[in-house]
């Protein structure tokens, strides 16, 4: 985002939907500069860390969790969805004064191409910052972050320890770029993974790089993402919730100022697009006979 110009089983049903606000938890590589924003703090909800190695090899684990994030990026890849995005501004009596808000339906065409359908999208009433392209491109993928066998070669992945999620047993690895390429976003932060099933269910950071440059700055706020197993196998993300305080100083005739930023992104009514594909997960194939859409079970209070 850019001021005045560019903003440029159902197992997760019983973990408490903690109302936190996203923070940057001090996992950044370097990358960024630390005074372009103010996290937020992250609330109380989590376990205590286990530091100690867990006794499966970390690198495996990796391995191993690299893959099944592969399986579940095929399987959604034959999914439908709607996601609701909402970004709004915060004023200094905490009351909205202004705000983004689009639906779109991630569906396939009739040739049976991947596409966005806008379903509501109302004029936007953002006054001090506007949306940018990095924006867009956080909402479509960076924020329903996923850790693919092939992605996961452009980060460094470091094991922290292990942490109850609610009741869910988690490994905890901190995530960051290996190197900035021009025009792609990565994820600088932390990821919960489920020590059973290997996937990701928590996601805390923030999508870098940004741009600090004078009078053209493109800042954005910490978020953390949450995920349910929607399908009985795979973790699918359902909310989504970005906080923070930016930092612009200004220029080009513009003047520093600080805003306060709030994003929340909703994804909900999954459904398998019908389809000859088939979904393979531990050798199996899980391919539902008869596709149903299936509500995450307890939703997050706004």
């Not at 004064?97 to 339906?105: P, S, T």
């Amino acid at each position: 985002m850019a001021t005045r110009g560019r903003y440029h089983k159902m197992k997760f049903g019983r973990l408490r939907w903690l109302f936190l606000t996203a923070c940057a938890l001090s996992l950044a590589a370097g990358a960024q500069d630390k005074d372009s924003f103010t996290p937020m703090p992250l609330d109380s909800g989590f376990g205590r860390m286990d530091l100690s190695q867990p006794t499966t090899p970390p690198e495996q684990i990796i391995k191993e969790f690299a893959a099944k994030e592969t399986e579940f990026q095929e399987a959604l890849n034959h999914y439908t969805y709607r996601r609701t995005a909402k970004v709004q501004t915060i004023d200094d009596d905490n009351k909205v004064d202004g705000e983004y808000y689009e639906v779109d339906d991630v569906i396939f065409d009739p040739s049976g191409k991947r596409t966005e359908k806008v379903v509501f999208a109302p004029g936007s009433t953002l006054q001090r910052v506007m949306m940018s392209p990095s924006d867009f491109q956080d909402i479509q993928h960076g924020y329903p972050f996923v850790l693919t066998a092939q992605d996961i070669t452009a980060y460094d992945v470091k094991y922290v320890g292990k942490q109850k999620v609610d009741e869910v047993d988690c490994f905890v690895f901190d995530v960051a770029p290996k190197q900035i390429e021009k025009g792609k976003r990565y994820l600088d932060g932390r990821i919960w993974v489920d020590a059973q099933d290997l996937q990701i269910v928590v996601t805390n950071g923030r999508m870098v790089p940004d741009d600090t440059r004078r009078g053209k700055e493109d800042l954005h706020p910490p978020f953390m993402t949450w995920r349910a197993q929607v399908d009985g196998h795979y973790w699918f993300p359902v909310y989504t919730k970005g906080e923070g305080v930016l930092h612009f100083a200004g220029g080009s005739g513009y003047m520093a100022q600080d805003v306060h930023i709030r994003d929340i992104i909703k994804y909900s009514d999954y459904k398998r697009f019908g389809s000859t594909s088939k979904i393979i997960y531990e050798g199996q194939d899980i391919t539902p006979q008869s596709p149903k859409s299936q509500q995450p079970g307890q939703k997050p209070q706004k």
